[in-house]
């Protein structure tokens, strides 16, 4: 699964990677992921194979969810996953006619 940070109908790309660096895509953290666990209402209803189209408004709470989540990550690869994903959240919130675009595997 990957997410991706839309402005329209333009997608994102270079964006600052809290590691250091740039990314356009989130991802590596699907095996966190709460499906169906009404504790995460968002994230809770992202399924592997799903995509979906979040909207400015589900920032916060979004961005309130994976700072529950991130210290469940095993490893790195899922820590930087989750992290890119709360920046990607974080850059929507404040992004005119901006969207998350999920896409599933």
């Known amino acids: 699964m990957q997410v ?7 997608h994102i790309d270079r964006i600052a990677d809290p590691a250091g660096g740039t ?12 499906t169906g666990d009404a504790a995460y209402p968002i994230l809770g209803r992202i399924g592997p194979h799903d995509d ?3 909207d400015p408004a589900t920032m916060p709470s979004l961005i309130a ?16 996953g989750l992290q890119r994903l709360r920046t990607l959240a974080d850059l929507c919130s404040r ?8 896409v599933g595997d």
Not at 4 to 10: E, K
Not at 65 to 80: G, Y
Request: no cysteine.
């Open 95 to 102: 992004t005119d006619n901006g969207s998350l675009i999920i």
């Open 23 to 34: 990314f356009d895509a989130a991802g590596d953290f699907d095996r966190l992921l709460p």
């Open 52 to 54: 979906l189209d979040l």
């Open 4 to 10: 991706f940070l839309y402005q329209g109908a333009s």
């Open 65 to 80: 969810e994976i700072d529950r989540l991130l210290p469940t990550a095993h490893n790195e690869r899922e820590r930087r």
